[in-house]
């Protein structure tokens, strides 16, 4: 089983809507970050998160972390197309980091 | 955006052939990741270097697969003989900061191999 794990395969929006991907994981942790890969490309880290933070932001996304549940959550405000990608929260303490297994998410026009 | 360079982008190769490819990370990270990442979008971490030694690898790794960082020259992954079920997408990553925690990691585009 997995470290960490998105808890939906796929989300569909249209454009301009708001999304939000969850994330729990199974053991305590120091940070937790999130990554987006888009077709044909490698993951790029959108936010790490740490455990002493409840919350971040970056520009039109915002995480959470909630240590108590082992949770956390990516929120995506005013969705673009360009934001169709695959969506993984990874994280580690043993020197490599290790990811879910993604959720794909479609923004239609 | 990420400056990891891989080459090449695909690689084509029948079973029981050597495969090999090349990964170039970003200037001034000392630390390079290799994952294999599946059509299911799993990620299995291979191997872990800093600067030109290995940190960590797993078994399989060391069976068929090999790597290597040598200083002044780009990091590789070369499968010695090559099976249907290495048919994925090798990611190479690289970060400034080894040790315990998983810090920030910049991928590569990757190279699909496919196994004939």
């Known amino acids: 089983s997995q470290l960490a794990e998105e808890n939906s395969w796929a989300l569909s929006v249209h454009e301009g809507e708001s999304v939000t991907v969850n994330c729990s994981y199974k053991?305590?942790?120091?940070?937790l970050q999130w990554y987006r890969q888009k077709s044909g490309k490698g993951p790029a880290q959108l936010i790490l998160i740490r455990s002493n933070e409840r919350e971040k932001r970056n520009g039109r996304l915002r995480a959470t972390l909630d240590t108590s549940s082992q949770s956390s959550s990516l929120s995506i405000t005013a969705t673009r197309c360009e934001d169709t990608a695959v969506y993984f929260c990874?994280?580690?303490?043993?020197?490599?980091?290790?990811f879910g297994l993604g959720t794909t998410l479609q923004v239609q026009p | 955006n990420s400056k990891v360079i891989q080459t090449p982008r695909y690689l084509v190769k029948g079973q029981g052939q050597k495969a090999k490819m090349r990964c170039i990370p970003e200037?001034?990270?000392?630390?390079v990741f290799w994952y294999q990442q599946n059509k299911n979008n799993e990620f299995k971490f291979l191997i872990n270097f800093q600067n030109q030694e290995v940190l960590q690898q797993i078994d399989m790794t060391e069976k068929r697969f090999s790597a290597e960082c040598p200083s002044n020259s780009p990091c590789s992954l070369e499968i010695q003989s090559s099976e249907a079920g290495d048919s994925a997408l090798y990611l190479c990553?690289?970060?400034?900061?080894?040790?315990?925690?998983?810090?920030?990691?910049?991928f590569g585009s990757g190279t699909r191999l496919t196994v004939l």
């Open positions: 990874a994280t580690g303490n043993t020197g490599k980091l290790i």
């Open positions: 990553a690289s970060s400034l900061f080894g040790g315990e925690i998983a810090e920030t990691l910049y």
């Open positions: 200037k001034g990270h000392p630390v």
């Open positions: 053991t305590s942790i120091t940070a």
